[in-house]
DNA sequence: CGGCTTTGACCCGCGC
DNA sequence: GCGCGGGTCAAAGCCG
């Protein structure tokens, strides 16, 4: 600890101190004692008065050295109880981050074994991520070593999907084995969004590697695969609502491991909070026997309601998952039709989900996040990033002119996290509003995307303020996401290709 | 010519 | 054990 050494250093000053408080006593005689004999052939009085105005000046030096050792005891003092103060915070945090570890690892036990938020990074990059020897900002600067480090980690987070499922069944002992043997399911997030194109501008580039027709759906499904770097694990599963061919359903899974444009960082905040929020329904429910999947969606919902900009009816959820490939994997969906499926709710729609079988199987958790949008485009939904990623409904956008306090207003609103009309299951909403609202980056993150977009900023700022955010997160382990803070727009090459927009997704 | 798409084959997990 | 379905591979073709 970095505590030693200060203490150390300072009872070496506090003894120096002390030594030189005693020692001029002794000092101004010793001196005296030798300038005596070379004073002898002076008379007794002039010796005399000379030795006082000596000894005078003496006492004086010894008096200023006297309040310096006292200024310098003080300001020592000063020094240890702001040390002190440190170390007790410094405990403090250790203790919340891990005790947030241990509910984390709780709930992934419970949850499957395992839920890994990888748009992001699995939870073995979490475990990864907690040991001192890793920078907690390295996902994002791949130095060679880090770049090796981060082929080890695809090696057991990514495909061949079969050995990952292989690994799966197999027992889990320890944690560290579990991050090591058994690579974790990963967290897909799904978004759903009106979208005229072949797949969703999202900034990254993708490149098809295969196409199914999938059961039950005549729209064929493509699969595409992250091509901003060689070995970058992310893929996407890119296919046409059955109910409504309009709808694109894109599923993206992985962590990408290169730095992401900055229009690619739009998808990547929205989806990092949505697997934030699953994580943390996860986490509070799931370490509770009482609550079922249910509860997650639910406490989703009440940390979408914190914002207060929340249409209420825009969160829906559903207790199975909508795509059978989801089977294996945690699912959150963020629905960008302007049409939310209402799973729980009387009205009919023409999503899909409301037409799921309450008997479907579910084995994961299946939360959906509707943000009430009709923005297939991430690029444009970015520059409307004031009315969906904060879920603000168009009539609070009213409500809300930008020259309000919107930010003052947000902020306070983060700052009483009880406020959310509907709360259901106050136990898990407490805990996951507390998670997040507790957390000071995000609130800064916050007040720094929605400062740019007061200012007239195009949103991109602000997806930036949260992509960062997003990465401190992943820096605790609460997500995987890794969406690296990039100012360079990737300038694709092929427009036909599908995918090849410059926005860009969260993984 | 390089990169991307297409598409049939193949692998694997899962349910019966 | 077998069939089904999801997911991936890789050769061939296409395109700028």
Redesign the pocket.
Known sequence: MEAQPLPTTADAVQSAGEDEEHAPKHKVPLMADLEKPSMEPLSLASASSTWKEEDHEHEQRLKMAKGEMREVKEENQRLKRCLDQMMRDYESLKRQFHDMSTINNEAAEEVEDMVSLTLGRSSSDQNKNTCPERKPDLQNIQSPADSEQGKEEEAGQT?????V??GL?APATGEDEVSQQNPPKKTRVCVRARCDTPTLNDGC????????????NPCP???YRC?GAPSCPV?K?VQRSVDDISILITTYEGTHNHPLPVSAMAMASTTSAAASMLLSGASTSTSRPGLNPLAIGTASANLHGMNMYTNSKQFYLSNSSML??SL?HPTITLDLTSNPPSASSSSSSSSPFHKIPSTYPPKYPFTSLDFGSSQPNFMSWNTNINKNVLGMSSDLAKQFPPHSNIYQACLQQFAKPSTPPPPPLPDTIAAATKAITSDPSFQSALAVALSSIIGGGNGGEAVQAMSSYVQAAQGQGSMGFQAAPSLTYSTSK?P????DSRDDDTK
């Open positions: 495909w061949p999907p079969g050995k499922l292989k069944a580039q993708w490149r098809k590697y295969g196409q199914k027709i999938a059961k039950g499904r493509a699969y091509t893929r599963q059978s490939s294996n092929s036909s290709s599908p995918g």
